[in-house]
């Protein structure tokens, strides 16, 4: 570090101005409020899901809020359509800054009955998805320009066992597998400039986590974390601009649990 260099204002340190984020998953839910959050500190984003209507009308909201977007849609259980998504973003961008590795699939079933078809579904997406799209984006631009910042969403389930009534073995599987996978790539790609972290939400009113609320009731899943509330369309925001900017330049290979303290509690339990 030079010592000479002049010490930047925080907001400095936290702006994203001139950096292109790649968010996948990007369209709804966790996703979008992560690609929302990077645009509002001043990032162009480009956001990909499977769906053109869903991202259209994504991009659409972004954009009335003043944020600059684009839209790439992709199938990242596929390594061909990820690594076409790599390429376009590069191109259409002239480069990545940062990727959120985001898109995620689910899969409930006992493990005894557990379908090859059903692990596989959850595995190609959640761990060789974001394994194909950061190696494609980190030879394309990151590597090349000696700076990066990917940004990996697991889970809380990637952290702890399940209620034994709850039957996602392939997900709490893969999701440990991307904590793994943070840490083992920031390991190999520090000496790059590239910064690799892992945020490990718990539960949020989500598509996605609409199942768990077959089981259980959100006033239940509050009363549980010693917050005594669940995740809000906020409380990712912080954590992902932190990661992907020069605020957390010094960070590497973590995996943060942004869940009201529910993995505090399980961990001790």
Request: with cysteine.
């Amino acid at each position: 570090m030079n010592t000479n260099e002049p010490v930047r204002h925080v907001r400095q340190l936290f702006s994203l101005a001139g950096k292109t984020a790649l968010v996948t998953g990007g369209s709804r839910g966790l996703g979008l409020q992560i690609a929302e959050a990077l645009g509002e500190s001043g990032a162009r984003v480009i956001l990909s899901s499977r769906k053109a209507q869903d991202l259209e009308e994504a991009a659409a909201t972004l954009r009335g809020r003043g944020i600059d977007v684009d839209w790439i849609s992709a199938d990242c259980s596929n390594e061909q359509d990820a690594r076409r998504l790599a390429d376009e973003a590069i191109q259409l961008a002239g480069g990545v800054d940062v990727l959120v590795n985001n898109a995620g699939a689910t899969w409930g079933q006992p493990a005894e009955d557990h379908s090859v078809a059903g692990w596989d579904k959850v595995m190609n997406l959640n761990v060789r998805g974001y394994f194909v799209l950061a190696q494609q984006i980190a030879r394309g631009s990151m590597i090349p320009r000696s700076f990066g910042r990917i940004i990996n969403i697991a889970s809380i389930a990637g952290l702890n066992g399940n209620p034994p009534d709850l039957k996602t073995l392939a997900y709490n599987t893969s999701k440990t597998a991307v904590i793994g996978f943070t840490r083992a790539l920031a390991a190999e790609w520090g000496g790059y400039g590239i910064n690799v972290n892992c945020i490990c939400p718990g539960f949020f009113e989500t598509r996605m986590a609409s199942g768990l609320l077959d089981k259980y009731s959100i006033d239940s899943m509050a009363a549980a974390a010693p917050l005594k509330r669940i995740g809000d369309s906020e409380d990712l925001k912080g954590i992902s601009v932190l990661f992907a900017s020069d605020a957390g330049k010094h960070i590497t290979g973590q995996s943060i649990a942004v869940d009201g303290g529910v993995s505090v509690v399980l961990s001790t339990a």
